[in-house]
């Protein structure tokens, strides 16, 4: 009779991981017609069927400690986080000195300010843009942020290009990595931006092609929004002036699909992926910071995503800055 039970109990469990295992495959096939992914051969297809396992386990983990955001199944699923750093994160993140920064702005007290404002309604913010496989989001980060004021300082509105950016900029490197400041001296050495219908993004770093007479919007500076991670400083200058490029550590994000990422999510702070904020509101019983990201609609909430403001989450308040068009 024990042997009996024995062997039930051994039937069950491999039964109920046999099940699993179905389960999840399913789910990876769901994920490649959703996603028209395609793998070259077999073998190719087991390796991304494990991978794509081992991540669900992943968000499923930071699922069940996160009480405001859900983490689950992203076209990243593929991918080992290694991978996804590589391909979508900065390899190269310039450390920035902000001792001698000059901040123009002063933080006021929360209840100073209006429950929620964004920029997305108001005419000044281009699409969600997509990078693609280039860590090309500093350039993305700077070439918006520019967008916005250029737009703010009563010209219309218009895509540029950061395509001009990553293969011109000599002070970064392009699809491995830049930053949002060193990306603005360029600018302002190089006259300009072009359009992107002039000189359109195509995912990879190529020869300079910019022409000088294609320029269609310009900055005569840049600015740091904050030099102290002060987020009321951040929120008076998203305001008063405009929607300001932030950079913040997003290895998590691989398996975000929305709700709002607080304190508790586990979000580092190491900054390797820069975005744009474009204002904030009240959600979940909470001040949260709406933050538009660079890796197309099919991504968190049609491109956005949601950040508890007050502390640091993510490092958002590490790295602000603002292009400056007089």
Known sequence: MKVFVIVAVVFLVFTAAFASAESEEQQFRDFLTKFNKHYGTRAEYLHRL???????AHAARLDARSEFSTYGVTKFMDLTPEEFRAKFLLKNMPKIDRTNAVVNTI????????????????GVLTPVYNQEQCGSCWAFS???????????AGNTLASLSMQQIVDCDPYDDGCNGGNPSTAYRY??????????????YIGIGGPCRFDKSKIVAKISSWQWVTKTDNENEMQTFTNNTGPPSICVDASTWQYYQGGVITKDDGCGTSLDHCVQLTGWQQMKGMTVWNVRNSWGKDWGEKGYLYIQKGYDVCGIGQ???????H
Not at 187 to 200: F, H, I, Q, T, W
């Open 187 to 200: 600018v302002m050495e190089a006259g300009g931006l072009e359009a992107y219908s002039s000189y359109p």
């Open 50 to 56: 494990e991978v794509f396992r081992h991540n669900l």
């Open 142 to 152: 700077a070439t918006e942020s520019i967008e916005s004021m250029w737009a703010l």
């Open 107 to 122: 933080g006021y007290p929360e209840d100073q300010f209006p429950a929620s404002f964004d920029w997305s309604s108001k």
């Open 319 to 325: 790295e602000v800055t603002s292009a400056i068009v």
